[in-house]
Nanobody, 124 residues
Framework: EVQLVESGGDLVQAGGSLRLSCAAS????????IGWFRQAPGKEREGVAC????????NYADSVKGRFTISSDSRKNTVYLQMNNLKPEDRGVYYC?????????????????WGQGTQVTVSS
């Protein structure tokens, strides 16, 4: 059974940093791409960043480029999202998701498995 467990969400002031973690289990880590998504109140869920566990390719939403960094540790089956220079508009529930994929990266709507989410709140 595929399981994704997020952690690291917190309340932080604007300009601050957080690191989210996504612990994955129940599948062969290197066969999947892992993505981070977020959903703010009243808004649709949006893709933030994703990484291919097999070849390390990364993709970021324009709104987070230069501030967020996604990385993976295949020894720990864990994907991280380092978020720097946080802004109030970065607030929301952050979800980790997985998609079975070969080389390259899936589209944002191709992720099949989801975690329960972790709350990020950014105060101004």
């Amino acid at each position: 059974e595929v399981q994704l467990v997020e952690s690291g969400g917190d309340l932080v002031q604007a300009g601050g940093s957080l690191r989210l973690s996504c612990a994955a289990s129940g599948f062969t880590f290197d066969d999947y791409a892992i993505g981070w998504f977020r959903q703010a109140p009243g808004k649709e869920r949006e893709g933030v960043a994703c990484i291919s566990a097999s070849d390390g390719n990364r993709n970021y939403a324009d709104s987070v480029k230069g501030r967020f960094t996604i990385s993976s540790d295949s020894r720990k089956n864990t994907v991280y999202l380092q978020m720097n220079n946080l802004k109030p508009e970065d607030r929301g529930v952050y979800y980790c998701a997985a998609a079975k994929y070969g080389l390259g990266l899936p589209a944002w709507d191709e992720f099949d498995y989801w975690g329960q989410g972790t709350q990020v709140t950014v105060s101004s």
